[in-house]
Antibody, heavy 123, light 111 residues
């Protein structure tokens, strides 16, 4: 059973940079796409970006150049960096695996999720 | 891309059926058969219930069914059970630029 676990600081100061890591266990990070998704308190879900195990990335246009996602296949981990944090970035950050069944083209469902990491932006 | 539109709430009694709608545009829901549905209980991570409009992952009861007509997708929960009470979110592939967008969520109450 694939399991994902986010790790990182729970508190970030305004204008600083958030760094989160997602550790994957019970399966290999290879041959899959992996994503970061966030949920602001009491709000809906927002896709942040994805990374392929080869390093190919795609980011949400709304976050633009603020976001970077990287992968370390030797550690079975992938990471999120989000700079210039503001109070609007306060959210639960989830890492997730992209489901891509054989024959699918626009794979965009998330079948395994981490438990989520609450990040608060405050001084 | 704007978020997909879901009703804020839905309800039904145990054993009944309830349908939750998810309305998008011809650029997302209407353009692709890549609509997903997630169930989220309080304090928990979302759980994938439906993908590619009507496909159920292994382990999801067949009481959950997805469909699509034009720019609107729907999730039908039949034989409502107490444990079905949760928030439900839809999502859709939205093109190579936006990748995936979510609905605002629907709180399902089992009366």
């Amino acid at each position: 059973q694939v399991q994902l676990q986010e790790s990182g600081p729970g508190l970030v100061e305004p204008s600083e940079t958030l760094s989160l890591t997602c550790s994957v266990s019970g399966g290999s990070i290879n041959n899959y796409y992996w994503s970061w998704i966030r949920q602001s308190p009491g709000k809906g879900l927002e896709w942040i970006g994805f990374i392929h195990f080869t390093g190919r990335t795609k980011y949400s246009p709304s976050l633009g150049s603020r976001v970077t996602i990287s992968v370390d296949t030797s550690k079975n981990q992938f990471s999120l960096t989000l700079n210039s944090m503001t109070a609007a970035d306060t959210a639960v950050y989830y890492c997730a695996r992209v489901l891509c069944p054989s024959g699918s083209y626009y794979c965009s469902a998330f079948d395994y999720w981490g438990q989520g990491s609450l990040v608060t932006v405050s001084s | 891309q704007s978020a997909l539109t879901q009703p804020p709430s839905a309800s039904g009694s145990p054993g009944q059926s309830v349908t939750i709608s998810c309305t998008g545009t011809s650029s997302d829901v209407g353009a692709y058969n890549y609509v997903s549905w997630y169930q989220q209980h309080p304090g928990k991570a979302p759980k994938l219930m439906i993908y590619e409009v009507s496909q159920r992952p292994s382990g999801v009861p067949d009481r959950f069914a997805g469909s699509k007509s034009g720019n609107t997708a729907s999730l039908t929960v039949s034989g409502l059970q107490a444990e079905d009470e949760a928030d439900y979110y839809c999502s859709s592939f939205a093109g190579s630029n936006d990748f995936v967008i979510f609905g605002g969520g629907t709180k399902l109450t089992v009366l």
